[in-house]
Structure formats: C-alpha cells, structure tokens
C-alpha cells in the first residue's frame, strides 16, 4: 500500500501548471537551512494533498537535498555513508561516464550547480505568472529570515504557446510515454507496459525483482523517497530549423526530417504507425499515440532509425529487462519562444528536467551511458542520440531507407548541458525529521 | 577516440601490448561502476579466477550441464551480453582448486552488468559463483557487491590479439547472413 500522505505529490502527480521556478540554495549555516526547510516544509504537498485539492490549489512545491546539502543540514557522517555511491559523488564527479564532455563539461555549466556548494532546490508549479511571482517573493522574504541562507541560481518554467498540450522549443509534443506505478491509482496507456512495482521509483516498496533495496537510514529515510537527477539542457532551435531546411526542400520534407530525429513527427505520431506522412489525431490520442513496438514492427528501422531519441530512450521490446531502466520524469521548458521564421536570437531556452527513479546508477546512468551517448548503440558505430546526446560535429546519424539508406555526417549539437545534480527527495517525514535534526542531538 | 576507423581495419591482425595493472593511464575511461578495461583488438573481455570453497568441484560440472541445458533450450538467452566466446577452466594450485572464467564480448563489462545479475538470477546460472570463495551472499539484490566481487578476481591481459580486430559478433553475424543471402540468390539465378 503507498504512502500517499507522505510521498512528495511530485513522484506520482502532475501539477496542472503553465509556469514554475526553480531555486537552487547553499546553507553556510546547518540551523539556518534547518529554519528554511522547517517553513518551506508546510508548503509541499504529499500525493494524497495534492490529488485532494488539485482543482482550487494555485502552487505545488517540492523540496530535494544533495549528499552535501545533507551534511550541510547537520546529518551525521553514519547516516551519510548508508546513501549510494554515485548519490555521494554527484552528477559532476560523474560527467565523463555520462557524456557530460566537451561544451557540456560541468565548467561550463552555470547557476552554480557545478560546485559543492549546492545544497538544496525548491521546485515551485504555479497556475499562472502572478502565482509565480507571488511565491517568488515569499520564498526571498523567507530566505532574508534564515541565516546563511543564500539562493545560488533561479530558473523560471515558461509554457511554450499553444498551451492546449506539452511541447519543448522544436515542437516535440512531449510527455507521451510516462511509467505508471502499481497501486497510484492510474491506468497505462496501450502500449505502455503493465504498472511497474512502486520499488523502481520510491524507496521502501518492492521492486520488480521483488525485494526491498537498499534504503538510505535511519529508517524514515528509507521509506517514501526517491532520487533525482537534473538536466537543464539549452536547445539551439535556430541551428534545428537550419538543419531541417538544410535537409528537406519542401515543409513536409523538413517535418519527416524532424519525425526521423526524435522517431515521431513533431505532433506525436509515432513513425512505427504512420511512417510517410503525419496523423495528429493519432499523436493527440493516447489510447493509440504509445501503442507499438520495434521488434516485430520496425526490426530495421525503416520507420523509426535505430538511433532516433525514442529508440534510445526507451528500446521497448529490443532491450533486456526494460522495466528496471524506467524512469518518470517532470519539468518544463524555460526561455521565450523563438518565432516560426525568425532567426536565432542569441537568447538561452530549453528543457530543465528532473527524472526520478530508485537508482540512479541502475536507471538514469544506464540511460546517459548505454543509450543516449553509447556511440555503438545498436551497431551504429558513430552516433549519439541526436536530441540530447553529447554532439560536437564529428557524428553521424544514419537513416535508414530502401534501397540505401541516408547517412547524415557533421551532426551538429541541437542541444547542450547547461546544469546538472543529483538530488535526494524525502517523504515528508523525513522532511520534518531532517528540518529538526539539531533537537535530535 | 572514436572506433569507426579502427572497425575499418578488421582485414588487419593487430595486438596490442597493454601497461601492468590493464589500463592505459592517460586514457582511462570512466564506467558506471569504475574505470573501463581498455577495448582491445580481441574486443573486451574478462578473466575472474577465484578461489572455490573446498568441497564444491562437482557442483560445477553439473553447473556445465545446466548451462549447455539452458542454452539449448532458449539459445538467445545470454544474447544481451553481446558474447563472442565464453571459456570456463578449473585447476590446482599447491594443492588447492582454482576456476577461471574467461569472457570475450562486444560491450565494456559496467553496461550490462546488472543485466547479467538479471540472467544469472532468472535461469539458474548462478550456482557457480556462488561455490567460489569470497562471493557476495546476497548478490541477487545487491548487484554493486557482484561487481565489486568481479572486479576484485579478474586479471587483466598484458596482451591482447585479433586476427580481426574489433570485429562484433554483430557484424560476423551480419556477414554470414550476407554470405547465406548471396548464395541462395545464386541458386535462385539459375
């Protein structure tokens, strides 16, 4: 049985927003950032909180530490050492195994997420702007009252218009293939796989090899949490519309370009159901937009190329033990809309996500390294994911076509890193229990 | 450094000397679970030589048994693990009995591991390091210590040789395929 009350809504809801903000923060002082967590605690909502009162709530909150922000927040070194490995390293210690080279080394990250300062992220959803900004200066007026307090960096969500569904800067419809967990109460869509056991994604529950992991201690660590890795990835989307007209003469020919990169056209349709020409009825239908497979149905990738983002993403039927590599993942899109038409206007936009699983090493690493920048993925010899692997230029992307197929050489970066962390997200017990850890001694 | 090239000289027997302790120090690649064995002209590859608990020697000729069983009878099953070649031996010394496990595969050892734990779980294969000294009790949840275990009994090469190097199974594969098509249309020109 979950643990609704106490599980951060985030793991299990989505809330129904159109902007948010993130805010990454340093404690130079452990009962300072117990104080902050102490008043930001009675704003994060629990599963049950949120699904109770979704309809008339205007903001939802989460909170997440990384292994430094731990300490910083007074916990002792025995508690420390039960976490994992790659959790007490973090994503930067980790860049090189997860493709994070060349432009998007962590020194070029920005934000101040590269260094060991970073302590903790309030991920703030708002209905509206005015909610946002609302927040926004509570949450300063809060930080000015805890000592040694200090916000790092702030990243604001922004909706790319038209808001009737998610989309990223390309216009990629987005959010089409999300794992659902045994007893949250949802059903998978045709196509999506059984429900997975809640172990994969919270700690404390059965997993799909059915045993209890390893749960950081004490105990009510153990039980309602999980992990989260962060990617703020800019996209280049004047480069993008460069390179589609560079390699389509008509408009249709540049948005069957776009459909073989991500391996569905840009309204959702997946390649695998209608390979020439795009359907967004089919992509806008989730009883029909997530119902294939490649094995039987795209052996060569004929439709969707082997080495297309949806096939690295998730294999399906062409990877051995998929539902222990499945991750769910929240976020949005930051920075103005580049205008159809308009050029490139030097301005930063993108994707700042979370994906939140049980283990990051077994599931979020395992993607980076195996699937997004693995250059043999496939037997492909010389590609990364074109969408978000690691691209300097010097990789290829190979489309297959009867009688020969399409080899694109130079690829060029249509996106790059530009932040990145791991994050521990309690329940909210454990929430109170980190806020009063100066009474526990 | 990208592959492509060196895959483009498969027609080329090539070795490869490689520095004591099995890594080339200025090129260390990072895995999940630690550095990388370098990738040779003989693919990657591992050689875990343990110690077994005094008593278990006929443990692992049933294992054999089981293992050529399991094979038959789903021959994909270890397909995920990109093999080439698979060799066991057991052998003495001063007395007492050692194993080795010998593997030649396609993918650094860190991105299939847990995928192996997997198999290894699911068909029974596991019996036989679990007769090896040393051996994580409680492997089958704790795929870190496997790996751990792993790496702390394999020896790497000092020399590596390919007759064709860097050649995948994948592609041996492929070209036998080829080999099959092109005579069966020879046959269908007549």
Redo the contacts between chains.
């Keep these: 049985m979950l643990e609704f009350d106490d599980i951060q809504y985030i793991l299990l809801t989505r809330a129904p927003a159109i902007t948010g903000r993130y805010e990454f923060l340093s404690f130079r002082n452990a009962a300072g950032g117990r104080a902050w967590l102490a008043a930001v605690l009675e704003t994060v909502h629990s599963v049950e909180q949120a699904r109770a009162s979704v309809q008339k709530d205007n903001r939802w909150v989460s909170v997440a530490f990384t292994w430094n922000g731990l300490r910083a927040l007074g916990m002792d070194e025995a508690s420390l050492a039960t976490f994992p490995e790659e959790f007490k390293q973090g994503m930067v210690a980790r860049a090189e195994m997860l493709g994070d080279t060349g432009a998007n080394h962590p020194q070029n990250w920005v934000g101040g997420l590269a260094g060991p300062e970073l302590h903790a992220l309030v991920i703030l959803f708002a209905r509206d702007t005015q909610e946002r900004q609302r927040c926004e200066a509570e949450h300063k007026r809060l930080v000015a009252r805890c000592a040694g307090v200090e916000v790092l960096s702030s990243l604001d969500l922004e909706a790319t218009p038209p808001f009737e569904y998610a989309h990223d800067h390309f216009g990629y419809r987005d959010r089409l293939s999300q794992p659902v967990i045994e007893g949250a109460g949802e059903e998978p869509t045709p196509g999506s796989g059984g429900p997975l056991k809640p172990g994969e994604f919270i700690l404390g529950y059965p997993d799909e090899e059915g045993v209890i992991a390893n749960s950081p201690q004490p105990e009510i660590l153990a039980r309602n949490g999980s992990y989260m890795a962060y990617r703020c990835l800019q996209e280049h989307v004047g480069a993008f519309r460069d390179f589609l007209r560079e390699h389509g003469k008509t408009p249709e020919e540049q948005e069957l370009m776009a459909a073989k990169l991500m391996g569905r056209w840009r309204s959702g349709a997946p390649l695998v159901l209608t390979p020439d020409k795009d359907d967004p009825a089919l992509g806008a239908d989730p009883q029909r937009n997530n119902d294939f497979n490649y094995k039987q149905m795209d052996p060569h990738g004929y439709a969707v190329p082997l080495g297309s983002h949806i096939r690295r993403m998730n294999p399906r039927d062409t990877a051995a033990n998929m539902n222990r590599r499945r991750m769910i993942r929240r976020g949005g899109t930051y920075g103005p809309p580049l205008p159809e038409e308009a050029p490139e206007d030097g301005i930063e936009r993108g994707i700042a996500a979370f994906i939140i699983c049980a283990s990051l090493i077994r599931q979020f690493e395992f993607a980076q390294n195996v699937w997004v920048n693995d250059r043999n993925f496939h037997e492909l010899g010389n590609e990364r994911d074109p969408v978000c692997g690691n691209q300097d230029g010097t990789l290829e992307y190979k489309i297959p076509k009867r009688p020969i197929r399409k080899k694109i050489t130079g690829l060029p970066a249509f996106t790059n890193v530009r932040g990145g962390a791991y994050f521990f997200l309690p329940g909210l017990k454990a929430l109170r229990y980190l806020a009063s850890l100066g009474h526990a001694r | 450094m990208?592959?492509?090239p060196k895959?483009n000289d498969w027609s080329k027997p090539a070795a490869m000397a490689i520095p004591e302790g099995g890594y080339f120090k200025d090129k260390i690649?990072?895995?999940?679970?630690g550095p990388i064995f370098p990738k040779t002209p003989a693919c990657y590859g591992f050689s875990i030589i343990a110690k077994i608990i005094p008593g278990r020697e006929p443990n692992f000729y049933e294992y054999a048994r089981n293992i050529e069983k399991a094979v038959a009878g789903q021959p994909d099953c270890l397909?995920?693990l990109k093999l080439h070649y698979l060799r066991w031996n057991l052998f003495k010394i001063k007395g007492d009995n050692y194993f080795q496990y010998m593997g030649i595969f396609d993918?650094d050892f860190?991105?299939?591991t847990?995928?192996a734990v997997?198999?290894f779980?699911a068909t029974g294969l596991n019996t036989v390091f679990e007769n090896l000294e040393g051996f994580p009790k409680d492997w089958?949840?704790?795929?870190?210590a496997f790996i751990k275990f792993v790496r702390d009994h394999h020896c790497p090469s000092f020399l590596e040789y390919g007759e064709y190097p860097y050649v995948?199974a994948?592609?041996i594969k492929k070209a036998l395929k080829l080999k099959a098509a092109f005579s069966d249309m020879l046959d269908q020109m007549q």
């Design positions: 990208s592959d492509a895959q690649e990072q895995g999940r679970y397909a995920v993918t860190d991105k299939y847990e995928d997997a198999i779980a089958k949840t704790n795929a870190p995948s994948e592609e």
